[in-house]
């Protein structure tokens, strides 16, 4: 009877640590860079139909003063997302994000495509998986 009690209890063990893994994934890390802009973005899922994603923009080109108000899209084969009339702080970085709905994940192999407006200028950075 031990014996019995001792292999189901592993059992069922064993079955609440393999479901525990499948939903605790790591996050995926895009970064890039161009010519005044690098960046970040942290992809999280929160379950199967959505996402969290995080970006951190950084102007690492020569006046910063000059950029004023940007706008950012991030374009990923699950969807876009974007913000508009949004300014860096003193060191020139930007932090935002989102929970989107989502038709698919998010995937190691995906590239994201950000494009940046600010002060009649753009840029298009592809970011890969890190």
């Not at 893994?21 to 139909?49: A, R």
């Not at 495509?113 to 950075?125: D, F, K, P, R």
């Amino acid at each position: 009877m031990k014996k019995w009690c001792v292999a189901l209890v592993s059992v069922l063990l064993f079955i609440s640590l393999v479901g525990c893994q499948s939903k605790d994934e790591k996050p995926l890390n895009f970064s890039g860079k161009g010519d005044h802009w690098s960046t970040k973005v942290i992809v999280k899922s929160i379950g199967d139909k959505k996402e969290n994603k995080k970006i951190n923009l950084t102007y690492i080109g020569n006046d910063l003063d000059s950029v004023g108000e940007f706008e950012f899209k991030l374009d990923a084969p699950n969807g876009q997302w974007g913000m508009g009339a949004i300014k860096l702080d003193k060191e020139g970085k930007f932090e935002g994000e989102s929970n989107m709905n989502i038709s698919e994940k998010t995937s190691k192999s995906n590239q994201l495509v950000l494009h940046i407006e600010w002060a009649n200028q753009s840029e298009e950075i592809v970011l890969e998986n890190k």
